[in-house]
């Protein structure tokens, strides 16, 4: 499945809670897996990545192609609504939107004079090595016709699985009118316009049908005339990466906690020390949501829309528990260490644990093997947290935008 995709079919899931939450400002963000994150989406657009957040895979993420079938345009058009709806409550989400899409959002689905610059910036390697080619050399020794697939591939590699072979005709009977040097130019012309609006063109416009859903047209032209696409992009997205320092300049203290502290002092140097998808990881875990808002921390918000600085604060729990996070209100509470190696460890259990739920299994086996530790029970009815169904519930430690996370004790009985 494509980003747009993988995230059309979650927000099929979850739009109604999504609307639902709108209410009381616990809108959920978490809309994508892991491998989908924040990847470009265009039609034959290989990914370029942004940051070294964009470091998993290799393989492009792509629109399907306008051939699409009904029950695939139904959920770009749930995207739509999905994205519509993250406009509105100021909310980052998992997938950010090639700039010519958002370009072709903003313009109603309305095509433009394509220059070299938006080729390039769609994808390099077409221009470099058909567009600006076709221009330099004859193109009769290359049997051409005005036809295009939407996927290149060398002389005698076979389509990938799921990418559709047949040729798409540029004009009607394109298939029996060959490309000469006398004609090149048009074909030129009527391939970019190809890839860059008519491979989306469905798309886009079933993009388009859920997003004013939510945002009225007449907004979203505003919109337009104050926001350039890369802007709408990266409203949506969020910040391309977590500037820690800029985190940390713009955090607060509470409860006691004074900047001088170690536990303080302690909880950025372990943060420094995370790679990029545990920084993502851990902002999730304390507010929700995986980026920094267009703006950075200093636009960070809570739950009721308004702006919220990540917060810091001095827990009453006991001494080497694991943190307690309060996403709708961007908090995390630390309780005293006894090292720093013992507060990194907590703090990176919550962040694991936070992706995939809290197991108990899973926390013993991250003490190195020893299986000595046990979670504390957070709701005192002795089965250690774990809710009926076999999940667990307030210790989960989860990323989710309102929802309490509890602190559960590493080491000690309950």
């Given at each position: 499945?494509?980003?747009?995709?993988?995230?059309?079919?979650?927000?099929?899931?979850?739009?109604?809670?999504?609307?639902?939450?709108?209410?009381?400002?616990?809108?959920?963000t978490t809309t994508t897996s892991d491998a989908t994150t924040n990847r470009s989406v265009h039609s034959a657009s290989p990914v370029n990545p942004e940051s070294t957040a964009e470091r998993k895979a290799g393989a492009s993420t792509e629109m399907e192609p306008e051939r699409g079938s009904a029950l695939r345009l139904r959920d770009y058009e749930i995207l739509g609504r999905f994205l519509g709806l993250a406009l509105l409550q100021y909310v980052t989400v998992g997938v950010r939107l090639h700039p010519s899409i958002c370009r072709l959002l903003l313009c109603d689905n309305k095509p433009w004079t394509i220059t070299d610059d938006d080729l390039i910036a769609l994808d390099e390697t077409f221009f470099k090595h058909k567009v600006a080619y076709l221009r330099a050399h004859d193109v009769d020794p290359l049997c051409l016709d005005f036809t295009d697939v939407l996927h290149d591939r060398a002389a005698g590699q076979h389509a990938a699985a799921g990418q559709p072979d047949a040729p798409v005709e540029l004009v009607p009977n394109g298939k029996e009118i060959d490309v000469t040097e006398t004609n090149k130019h048009e074909y030129i012309r009527l391939l970019c316009e190809w890839r860059m609006f008519g491979s989306v063109r469905q798309q886009v416009s079933a993009m388009l049908r859920g997003l004013h859903a939510a945002v009225p047209p007449h907004?979203?032209?505003?919109?337009?005339a104050l926001v350039a696409p890369e802007e709408l992009a990266s409203m949506l997205a969020g910040e391309a990466e977590i500037d820690v320092s800029d985190w940390r300049r713009h955090t607060l203290t509470a409860g006691g906690l004074r900047r001088?502290?170690?536990?303080?002092r302690w909880f950025w140097r372990a943060v420094r020390s995370f790679d990029t998808s545990e920084r993502e990881k851990l902002l999730q875990f304390g507010t929700g949501t995986r980026r920094p808002p267009v703006g950075g921390f200093a636009q960070l918000q809570g739950f009721n829309g308004g702006v919220h600085k990540f917060t810091l604060c001095q827990s009453n729990e006991p001494r080497d528990s694991l943190p307690r996070a309060h996403a709708c209100i961007c908090t995390v509470d630390l309780p005293e260490y006894s090292s720093y190696e013992t507060m990194r460890r907590a703090v990176h259990i919550a962040l694991t644990m936070g992706s995939v739920g809290f197991d108990d299994a899973?926390?013993?086996?991250?003490?190195?093997?020893?299986?000595s530790e046990r979670a504390h029970d957070v709701d005192g009815d002795g089965d250690g947290g774990r809710a009926r169904d076999g999940s667990t519930r307030g210790g989960s430690a989860r990323g989710d935008r309102g929802s309490e996370r509890a602190a559960r004790s590493p080491a000690g009985d309950h």
């Open positions: 499945h494509t980003a747009a995709h993988t995230a059309a079919h979650t927000a099929a899931h979850t739009a109604a809670a999504v609307d639902a939450d709108a209410t009381n400002g616990s809108t959920k907004i979203l032209r505003d919109l337009a001088s502290s170690k536990v303080f899973a926390v013993a086996a991250q003490d190195d093997g020893d299986g």
